[in-house]
């Protein structure tokens, strides 16, 4: 996924003009199949370990809402980023765990059912935390409109995944046949996020890309590092440590691109964090993984 999103990506930035007439809306069309598709993978049993590890998902969501937001404000700050940029790293940071991170944890051997059940409670907490927290962190730059962002996030994540679960319970059948083909879908829509934004805004990503890089990357590793180093003080086991570090440093990149997108219009360079996102973090969550999966103490 990491080197088809790339090459998406410089697809996208060397032939701009292909994509630019594509309208922003579709980034929520694409996000939304993508949540289908989750709801379809979803078991009720995913969330049983909320009632037979509280501790572990809590630990897991507080480090998510909480390290993940507050790395990007203050990267925003010392690195002096303009409103919009700004706005599109605390985006990312205040977002839920995304899909990729439960494929990362099982490569790298780590306690799969937890990442599955942190990545589900974050997301369902994300109508929520999500505008509170962006409202919090970037409220004193740009007018967040916190009850528009709620009702988006229900529509574009929530809803596609309710009606996928309805889907699996329904027809059985359609589901064992679909979700075969569902991580290759997920792979192309996400690329396909990644390539419309970086169309929209190729020019001013030449010009200013280096510093909004750096910071993408460094809050991506910097969120891998605490994750880790939160659940080894706290001397959780090495399998969780895994787990953790990962949800806490990968994000729902797509769902802050779709926010950037349809909320903060009149700040187009605010989709660009997420989509330097969506790229690296698949880079970075592949080599954690493959080093995590060596690690065994």
Not at 7 to 18: D, I, M
Request: hydrophobic share 55%; net charge positive; aromatic share 8%.
């Amino acid at each position: 996924m990491g080197v088809l999103v790339l090459l998406t990506a410089v697809l996208a930035l060397a032939f701009p003009s292909v994509l630019r007439p594509v309208p922003t809306i579709v980034i929520n069309y694409l996000l939304g199949a993508v949540m289908f598709g989750m709801g379809l993978t979803l078991n009720l049993s995913d969330f049983r370990i909320v009632f037979s590890r509280p501790r572990d998902v809590i630990i897991a969501c507080i480090a998510q809402f909480s390290i993940m937001p507050l790395l990007a404000w203050t990267l925003a700050r010392l690195f002096s980023l303009d409103d919009a940029l700004a706005l599109g790293v605390i985006l990312v940071g205040c977002c839920p765990g995304g899909t990729a991170s439960n494929l990362m944890t099982y490569l790298s051997k780590g306690d799969l059912a937890l990442s599955v059940g942190v990545t589900g409670v974050s997301t369902l907490l994300a109508p929520l935390m999500t505008p509170w927290l962006t409202w919090l962190l970037a409220g004193e730059r740009v007018h967040v409109d916190v009850m528009s962002m709620f009702l988006s996030i229900v529509w574009v994540v929530i809803l596609p995944i309710v009606v996928g679960f309805t889907v699996k319970r329904l027809c059985p059948e359609f589901t064992r046949k679909a979700v075969d083909y569902l991580p290759a879908f997920s792979s192309l829509a996400i690329a396909s996020i990644v390539a419309i934004i970086i169309s929209a805004n190729a020019g001013k990503l030449l010009l200013g890309g280096v510093t909004i890089i750096a910071v993408v990357m460094l809050h991506n590793l910097t969120g891998l590092g605490l994750g880790y180093m939160l659940s080894l003080l706290l001397k959780l086991p090495l399998a969780k440590r895994k787990a953790i570090a990962i949800e806490v440093g990968m994000q729902n990149s797509g769902l802050a691109s779709s926010l950037a997108a349809v909320h903060f219009a009149a700040y187009p360079m605010a989709t660009i964090p997420s989509a330097i996102f969506s790229v690296w973090h698949n880079i970075s969550g592949a080599l954690v993984a493959k080093y995590f999966s060596r690690k065994t103490a």
